[in-house]
């Protein structure tokens, strides 16, 4: 079953403007790990972020993390058009390094 | 470094076959894993490894047989392809500190399966 789900399923945008994307995650997680999925390519990480940690930053790219509310959010600033791509929210679920549970992913279009 | 590679690319199937996916790292990573991605879907666990020798099922594991005999690769077996089996499938690598949680992962560039 889906782990995560992302939303919005969809998101066009001019560029420049800042895209965010949600993800919701069902049951307690060791960390949350965001990838980028170009058409027809392998998934790229991108972020993890740990159970105890509330953000983290990389280059344009913002993270947050809300255990409380099992819900993650990926902030892309400056958007490119490089930036199109699908994107992806994993959740490891505690126990063991057991494998990643994967959400349906946010598909950005940036449009120049 | 090569990173995570597959073979074949690409491979049609017809319905009874079989034939085995490979994966290969180089980059000293004890954990493996192959998921399957299907239209519209995000991907699902259907095998890992979390060392030679080692393999266990994921969350969609029916259908399919997969083995670890060195580190470097991991093999994916489809013994009767079915169509349900038609999808694309990464191969993916992690390294991990103490074992209780799966760190970053490491993809490959997938194999486009059809099966007629």
């Known amino acids: 079953s889906q782990q995560g789900e992302e939303d919005p399923q969809a998101l066009s945008i001019q560029e420049g403007e800042n895209a965010t994307m949600n993800c919701s995650y069902k049951?307690?997680?060791?960390?949350l790990q965001w990838y980028r999925q170009n058409s027809g390519r392998g998934l790229v990480h991108l972020i993890l972020i740990r159970s105890n940690e509330r953000e983290k930053h990389s280059g344009r790219l913002r993270v947050t993390l809300d255990t409380s509310k099992k819900s993650s959010s990926l902030l892309i600033t400056a958007s490119r058009a490089a930036d199109t791509a699908s994107y992806f929210c994993?959740?490891?679920?505690?126990?063991?390094?057991?494998?990643?549970?994967f959400g349906k992913g946010t598909h950005l279009i940036i449009q120049p | 470094n090569a990173g995570v590679t597959q073979t074949p690319k690409f491979r049609v199937l017809k319905t009874g076959q079989s034939m085995t996916l490979l994966c290969a790292q180089d980059m000293n990573h004890e954990y493996m894993y192959w998921y399957r991605q299907d239209p519209g879907m995000g991907l699902r666990l259907i095998h890992y490894?979390?060392?030679?020798?080692?393999?266990a099922k994921g969350e969609v594991p029916d259908g399919y047989n997969v083995s670890r005999l060195k580190k470097q690769n991991f093999l994916l077996g489809l013994e009767s392809a079915a169509p349900s089996q038609t999808s694309v499938y990464f191969c993916?690598?992690?390294?991990?500190?103490?074992?209780?949680?799966?760190?970053?992962?490491?993809f490959g560039p997938g194999t486009r399966l059809t099966v007629l």
């Open positions: 049951t307690s997680i060791n960390n």
């Open positions: 993916a690598s992690s390294y991990s500190t103490s074992g209780w949680y799966t760190d970053t992962q490491y």
């Open positions: 994993a959740t490891d679920a505690t126990g063991g390094a057991d494998g990643l549970t």
């Open positions: 490894s979390v060392g030679e020798g080692t393999t």
